[in-house]
């Protein structure tokens, strides 16, 4: 069909009389737009169909609901980006409030001068272990409790 100049897709059509409408519908179904090689519909066929029972209020519903759905997926999109936002927001001011830490850090251990080696050395923890059942049990005690397990 016609390359450019194509704005609409879709339209309706109402006529008061419905024998005007069913007539208008048989006789411009699959007819060319227009004639003249010049113009950028040439090429372009009508497609039209009568719609029994099809009243206006129909289509002002659908194009309403439609509306309606649209506007609700943005206000999904909105919420989403609104939170992804605020979240890195939050993540880069953790970032900054530890930066500032680590420089307290850091100016402390100049400061201090001879602990400074020790600053930059961070504290080793020891964590009392249980010791296994080889090591505290031996003997009969251990053979009743791994019976008892079997």
């Known amino acids: 069909g016609g ?3 194509k ?3 879709e339209g309706c059509v109402e006529f008061e009389n419905k024998k005007d409408d069913r007539l208008i519908g048989e006789r411009l179904n699959n007819t060319p737009i227009t004639n003249h090689k010049r113009s950028v519909h ?3 066929l009508w497609n039209v169909k009568y719609l029994r029972k099809f009243k206006w209020e ?3 519903e659908k194009v309403a609901y439609e509306r309606r ?4 997926k943005m206000r999904i999109e909105l919420m989403q980006a609104r939170r992804e936002n605020a979240a890195y927001a939050e993540k880069v001011e953790q970032g900054m409030v ?3 830490i680590e420089e307290r850090r850091k100016k402390r251990g100049k400061s201090d001068n001879g602990s ?4 930059n050395k961070k504290k080793e ?11 505290s049990t031996s003997g009969p005690a251990k053979k009743a409790v791994l019976g008892s397990l079997v």
Do not use: P
């Open 3 to 5: 390359a450019g100049g």
């Open 7 to 9: 704005r609409y897709t």
């Open 42 to 44: 040439y090429g372009d």
């Open 58 to 60: 129909h289509l002002t």
């Open 69 to 72: 759905i649209r506007e609700q």
């Open 98 to 100: 530890l930066d500032r």
């Open 116 to 119: 400074a080696k020790d600053g």
């Open 125 to 135: 923890r020891r964590f009392r272990q249980t010791s296994t059942m080889e090591e």
